[in-house]
Protein backbone atom coordinates (compact mmCIF):
# COMPACT_ATOMS: atom_id res chain seq x y z
CA UNK A 1 0.00 0.00 0.00
CA UNK A 2 0.89 3.51 -0.51
CA UNK A 3 0.40 6.27 1.89
CA UNK A 4 -0.47 9.06 0.56
CA UNK A 5 1.59 12.16 0.89
CA UNK A 6 -0.65 14.45 2.57
CA UNK A 7 -2.31 12.87 5.32
CA UNK A 8 -6.03 12.29 4.74
CA UNK A 9 -8.79 10.98 7.45
CA UNK A 10 -11.58 8.93 6.35
CA UNK A 11 -15.03 10.82 6.51
CA UNK A 12 -16.53 7.55 8.79
CA UNK A 13 -14.21 6.73 11.20
CA UNK A 14 -10.72 9.62 10.71
CA UNK A 15 -8.59 6.25 9.52
CA UNK A 16 -6.07 7.08 7.32
CA UNK A 17 -6.63 7.03 3.60
CA UNK A 18 -3.82 4.58 1.81
CA UNK A 19 -4.04 3.77 -1.78
CA UNK A 20 -4.44 0.12 -2.45
CA UNK A 21 -4.20 -0.52 -6.47
CA UNK A 22 -6.52 1.16 -8.47
CA UNK A 23 -8.42 2.64 -4.77
CA UNK A 24 -7.69 4.81 -2.26
CA UNK A 25 -9.11 2.99 1.05
CA UNK A 26 -9.47 3.36 4.79
CA UNK A 27 -6.79 1.39 6.72
CA UNK A 28 -9.29 1.50 9.93
CA UNK A 29 -13.01 0.38 8.74
CA UNK A 30 -11.96 -0.51 5.17
CA UNK A 31 -14.28 1.93 3.28
CA UNK A 32 -13.24 2.59 -0.42
CA UNK A 33 -13.01 6.30 -0.84
CA UNK A 34 -12.44 6.80 -4.34
CA UNK A 35 -11.09 4.85 -7.78
CA UNK A 36 -7.65 6.33 -8.64
CA UNK A 37 -8.65 7.79 -11.85
CA UNK A 38 -10.93 10.18 -10.09
CA UNK A 39 -7.97 11.53 -7.95
CA UNK A 40 -8.20 14.73 -10.77
CA UNK A 41 -11.38 15.32 -9.75
CA UNK A 42 -10.91 15.05 -5.94
CA UNK A 43 -7.44 17.21 -5.94
CA UNK A 44 -9.58 20.34 -7.29
CA UNK A 45 -12.47 19.89 -5.47
CA UNK A 46 -11.09 19.04 -1.89
CA UNK A 47 -6.98 20.08 -2.07
CA UNK A 48 -6.81 22.98 -4.20
CA UNK A 49 -9.53 24.74 -3.13
CA UNK A 50 -9.96 23.56 0.57
CA UNK A 51 -10.67 26.84 2.33
CA UNK A 52 -13.67 28.32 -0.56
CA UNK A 53 -16.57 26.32 2.02
CA UNK A 54 -14.53 26.67 5.14
CA UNK A 55 -16.16 29.98 6.35
CA UNK A 56 -19.73 29.72 4.62
CA UNK A 57 -22.49 28.17 7.08
CA UNK A 58 -24.00 24.99 6.15
CA UNK A 59 -27.01 25.30 3.53
CA UNK A 60 -26.11 28.56 2.80
CA UNK A 61 -26.22 29.83 -0.87
CA UNK A 62 -22.66 30.56 -2.38
CA UNK A 63 -23.37 32.43 -5.52
CA UNK A 64 -23.59 32.15 -9.48
CA UNK A 65 -20.53 32.41 -12.17
CA UNK A 66 -21.60 36.36 -12.54
CA UNK A 67 -20.70 36.90 -8.88
CA UNK A 68 -17.10 38.30 -9.09
CA UNK A 69 -16.37 38.01 -5.03
CA UNK A 70 -18.45 34.71 -4.89
CA UNK A 71 -16.76 31.77 -2.62
CA UNK A 72 -18.74 29.22 -4.92
CA UNK A 73 -16.61 26.73 -6.57
CA UNK A 74 -18.02 24.36 -9.98
CA UNK A 75 -17.98 20.62 -11.58
CA UNK A 76 -17.20 22.26 -15.01
CA UNK A 77 -21.04 21.86 -16.00
CA UNK A 78 -22.82 23.39 -12.90
CA UNK A 79 -23.72 26.73 -13.75
CA UNK A 80 -25.30 27.71 -10.03
CA UNK A 81 -22.73 27.13 -6.92
CA UNK A 82 -22.96 24.42 -4.61
CA UNK A 83 -24.79 25.16 -1.55
CA UNK A 84 -22.84 23.54 1.81
CA UNK A 85 -24.48 20.48 2.63
CA UNK A 86 -21.51 18.57 4.71
CA UNK A 87 -19.27 20.32 8.33
CA UNK A 88 -15.86 20.61 8.05
CA UNK A 89 -15.88 18.42 11.23
CA UNK A 90 -17.99 15.78 10.00
CA UNK A 91 -16.55 12.40 11.87
CA UNK A 92 -14.97 14.51 14.88
CA UNK A 93 -15.70 13.40 18.23
CA UNK A 94 -18.25 16.70 19.56
CA UNK A 95 -17.17 16.55 22.72
CA UNK A 96 -13.47 16.75 22.06
CA UNK A 97 -14.65 19.56 19.43
CA UNK A 98 -16.22 21.76 22.40
CA UNK A 99 -13.38 21.60 24.49
CA UNK A 100 -11.20 22.45 21.60
CA UNK A 101 -13.74 25.69 21.28
CA UNK A 102 -13.30 26.28 24.77
CA UNK A 103 -9.07 25.92 25.31
CA UNK A 104 -9.01 28.28 22.17
CA UNK A 105 -10.96 30.94 23.64
CA UNK A 106 -9.50 30.70 27.09
CA UNK A 107 -5.95 30.65 25.54
CA UNK A 108 -6.86 33.80 23.75
CA UNK A 109 -7.99 35.56 26.80
CA UNK A 110 -5.11 34.35 28.57
CA UNK A 111 -2.48 35.27 25.94
CA UNK A 112 -0.79 31.77 25.68
CA UNK A 113 1.38 30.72 23.72
CA UNK A 114 0.45 28.56 20.32
CA UNK A 115 2.23 25.80 21.72
CA UNK A 116 0.79 25.59 24.87
CA UNK A 117 -2.83 25.89 23.50
CA UNK A 118 -2.04 23.13 21.00
CA UNK A 119 -0.53 21.10 24.27
CA UNK A 120 -3.98 21.24 26.09
CA UNK A 121 -5.81 20.58 22.93
CA UNK A 122 -3.69 16.95 22.40
CA UNK A 123 -4.19 16.60 26.76
CA UNK A 124 -7.95 16.92 26.64
CA UNK A 125 -8.32 14.15 24.01
CA UNK A 126 -7.01 12.31 26.35
CA UNK A 127 -8.72 13.33 29.40
CA UNK A 128 -11.59 12.87 27.69
CA UNK A 129 -10.58 9.19 26.39
CA UNK A 130 -9.79 8.65 30.61
CA UNK A 131 -13.52 9.63 31.35
CA UNK A 132 -15.56 7.21 28.92
CA UNK A 133 -13.55 4.44 29.57
CA UNK A 134 -14.12 4.32 33.51
CA UNK A 135 -17.49 5.18 32.89
CA UNK A 136 -17.57 8.62 34.91
CA UNK A 137 -18.89 11.41 33.74
CA UNK A 138 -16.29 14.11 32.67
CA UNK A 139 -17.44 18.05 32.08
CA UNK A 140 -16.58 19.58 29.14
CA UNK A 141 -15.32 22.68 30.87
CA UNK A 142 -14.00 20.91 33.95
CA UNK A 143 -11.77 18.63 31.33
CA UNK A 144 -10.50 22.05 29.15
CA UNK A 145 -9.64 23.57 32.00
CA UNK A 146 -7.64 20.63 33.86
CA UNK A 147 -6.16 20.41 30.30
CA UNK A 148 -4.85 24.24 30.45
CA UNK A 149 -3.83 24.37 33.58
CA UNK A 150 -2.07 20.98 32.90
CA UNK A 151 -0.40 22.54 29.53
CA UNK A 152 0.14 25.79 31.78
CA UNK A 153 2.81 24.14 34.25
CA UNK A 154 4.27 21.69 31.74
CA UNK A 155 5.52 24.60 29.97
CA UNK A 156 6.77 26.57 33.18
CA UNK A 157 4.25 29.67 33.47
CA UNK A 158 3.62 29.42 37.02
CA UNK A 159 2.10 32.95 36.81
CA UNK A 160 -1.22 31.37 35.51
CA UNK A 161 -3.01 30.40 38.60
CA UNK A 162 -5.93 28.39 38.45
CA UNK A 163 -8.03 31.09 39.62
CA UNK A 164 -7.25 33.20 36.59
CA UNK A 165 -8.29 29.81 34.76
CA UNK A 166 -11.14 29.28 36.36
CA UNK A 167 -12.43 33.26 36.43
CA UNK A 168 -12.00 33.32 32.50
CA UNK A 169 -14.09 29.69 31.92
CA UNK A 170 -16.97 31.34 34.21
CA UNK A 171 -17.16 34.94 32.78
CA UNK A 172 -17.69 32.58 29.69
CA UNK A 173 -20.82 31.05 31.48
CA UNK A 174 -19.04 27.96 32.19
CA UNK A 175 -18.67 27.08 35.85
CA UNK A 176 -15.35 25.51 36.93
CA UNK A 177 -15.04 24.88 40.55
CA UNK A 178 -11.48 23.80 42.49
CA UNK A 179 -12.82 20.78 43.96
CA UNK A 180 -14.33 19.64 40.10
CA UNK A 181 -10.24 20.28 39.08
CA UNK A 182 -8.88 18.40 42.43
CA UNK A 183 -10.82 15.64 41.80
CA UNK A 184 -9.72 15.29 38.38
CA UNK A 185 -6.08 15.52 39.14
CA UNK A 186 -6.69 12.05 41.22
CA UNK A 187 -8.23 10.19 38.95
CA UNK A 188 -6.14 11.33 35.69
CA UNK A 189 -2.96 10.33 34.60
CA UNK A 190 -2.47 13.28 32.55
CA UNK A 191 0.10 15.15 35.20
CA UNK A 192 -0.79 18.79 36.71
CA UNK A 193 2.83 20.11 37.75
CA UNK A 194 2.69 21.75 41.18
CA UNK A 195 3.68 25.45 41.07
CA UNK A 196 7.09 25.75 42.04
CA UNK A 197 6.98 29.19 44.51
CA UNK A 198 10.79 30.13 43.21
CA UNK A 199 9.25 30.79 40.23
CA UNK A 200 6.36 32.74 41.36
CA UNK A 201 9.04 35.87 42.82
CA UNK A 202 9.63 37.69 39.29
CA UNK A 203 6.31 37.80 39.42
CA UNK A 204 5.35 39.23 42.31
CA UNK A 205 8.53 41.66 42.26
CA UNK A 206 7.33 42.83 38.73
CA UNK A 207 4.12 43.71 39.99
CA UNK A 208 5.81 45.70 43.19
CA UNK A 209 7.97 47.52 40.73
CA UNK A 210 4.98 48.61 38.45
CA UNK A 211 2.85 49.64 42.27
CA UNK A 212 3.17 53.61 42.48
CA UNK A 213 2.47 53.26 46.16
CA UNK A 214 5.80 51.37 46.84
CA UNK A 215 7.97 53.79 44.05
CA UNK A 216 6.62 56.52 46.22
CA UNK A 217 7.76 55.02 49.26
CA UNK A 218 10.89 53.95 48.14
CA UNK A 219 11.76 57.68 46.98
CA UNK A 220 10.45 58.44 50.40
CA UNK A 221 13.21 56.26 51.86
CA UNK A 222 16.19 57.77 49.36
CA UNK A 223 16.44 53.91 47.79
CA UNK A 224 16.81 53.57 44.39
CA UNK A 225 13.94 51.42 42.82
CA UNK A 226 16.43 49.09 40.57
CA UNK A 227 18.95 47.77 43.41
CA UNK A 228 16.47 47.23 45.73
CA UNK A 229 14.57 45.18 43.74
CA UNK A 230 17.61 42.78 42.69
CA UNK A 231 18.23 42.93 46.31
CA UNK A 232 15.17 41.86 47.02
CA UNK A 233 15.06 39.37 44.71
CA UNK A 234 18.40 37.91 45.96
CA UNK A 235 16.70 38.22 49.87
CA UNK A 236 13.37 36.01 48.77
CA UNK A 237 15.13 33.15 46.75
CA UNK A 238 17.48 32.87 50.19
CA UNK A 239 14.09 33.42 52.63
CA UNK A 240 12.26 30.55 50.01
CA UNK A 241 15.57 28.27 50.21
CA UNK A 242 15.29 28.37 54.11
CA UNK A 243 11.47 27.00 54.22
CA UNK A 244 11.20 24.30 52.73
CA UNK A 245 10.16 22.33 55.71
CA UNK A 246 7.34 24.67 56.27
CA UNK A 247 6.20 24.45 52.73
CA UNK A 248 3.60 21.08 53.24
CA UNK A 249 0.01 21.80 52.68
CA UNK A 250 0.58 25.38 51.88
CA UNK A 251 -0.76 27.24 49.03
CA UNK A 252 3.44 27.81 46.69
CA UNK A 253 1.30 31.59 45.86
CA UNK A 254 1.01 32.68 49.75
CA UNK A 255 4.78 30.41 50.54
CA UNK A 256 6.13 33.27 47.71
CA UNK A 257 4.05 36.31 48.64
CA UNK A 258 5.44 35.75 52.38
CA UNK A 259 9.04 35.10 51.71
CA UNK A 260 9.04 38.42 49.87
CA UNK A 261 7.21 40.39 52.44
CA UNK A 262 9.84 38.67 55.05
CA UNK A 263 13.01 39.98 52.78
CA UNK A 264 11.20 43.23 52.42
CA UNK A 265 11.20 43.65 55.55
CA UNK A 266 15.30 43.29 56.13
CA UNK A 267 15.66 44.85 53.10
CA UNK A 268 13.89 48.51 53.67
CA UNK A 269 11.08 47.91 56.34
CA UNK A 270 7.65 49.47 55.24
CA UNK A 271 8.08 49.67 51.54
CA UNK A 272 6.18 46.55 50.88
CA UNK A 273 2.72 45.08 52.51
CA UNK A 274 0.99 42.07 52.88
CA UNK A 275 -2.12 43.13 51.30
CA UNK A 276 0.28 44.49 48.46
CA UNK A 277 1.81 41.05 47.71
CA UNK A 278 -1.46 39.14 48.39
CA UNK A 279 -3.10 41.20 45.48
CA UNK A 280 -0.65 40.84 43.30
CA UNK A 281 -0.23 36.79 43.81
CA UNK A 282 -4.17 36.48 44.04
CA UNK A 283 -4.46 34.92 48.06
CA UNK A 284 -6.28 36.21 51.00
CA UNK A 285 -4.53 38.68 53.09
CA UNK A 286 -4.84 36.63 56.57
CA UNK A 287 -2.95 34.02 54.70
CA UNK A 288 -0.01 35.86 54.07
CA UNK A 289 -0.23 36.81 57.62
CA UNK A 290 -0.74 33.49 59.47
CA UNK A 291 2.44 32.27 57.33
CA UNK A 292 4.70 35.07 58.35
CA UNK A 293 3.40 34.52 61.78
CA UNK A 294 4.53 30.92 61.32
CA UNK A 295 7.85 31.37 60.23
CA UNK A 296 8.36 33.98 62.60
CA UNK A 297 7.54 31.46 65.45
CA UNK A 298 9.77 29.05 64.54
CA UNK A 299 12.69 31.15 63.02
CA UNK A 300 13.07 34.12 65.40
CA UNK A 301 11.74 37.43 65.58
CA UNK A 302 11.22 39.18 62.85
CA UNK A 303 11.86 43.33 61.96
CA UNK A 304 8.37 45.11 62.52
CA UNK A 305 6.41 46.19 59.05
CA UNK A 306 3.18 47.55 58.73
CA UNK A 307 0.62 44.80 57.48
Given amino acids: MER ?30 RKVEEEKYHLEFHIQAPSQ ?14 DKDSK ?4 GVSTLGFAKLVSDNLGVDGTEQKCKAMITRVADRLSLP ?8 ALTAKVLAEGSGSGRRVFVAAASAY ?60 GLEADEAVQKRLRKN ?10 LFQASQ ?19 AGSVYIASREAAPGVVTQKLLAQIAGVAEYTVREFVATVSKES ?6 PS
Avoid at 72 to 75: D, E, L, M, P, S
Avoid at 149 to 174: I, Q, T
Avoid at 300 to 305: D, E, F, I, Q, T
Fill in 53 to 66: LSDTRLGSYIGDRS
Fill in 147 to 206: SILSAVRAAGMDHVSSGAVMEAFNDMGHKVTKSALLQMGLRSSVPLKPTDPTALLRTLLN
Fill in 222 to 231: GVEAGPFFRR
Fill in 4 to 33: LEQVERCRECRGHIVRAGDEYVCTTCGRVD
Fill in 114 to 121: AFVKQNAM
Fill in 238 to 256: TVLAGLRGTNEGRNPRTIA
Fill in 300 to 305: GPLNAG
Fill in 72 to 75: AYFN
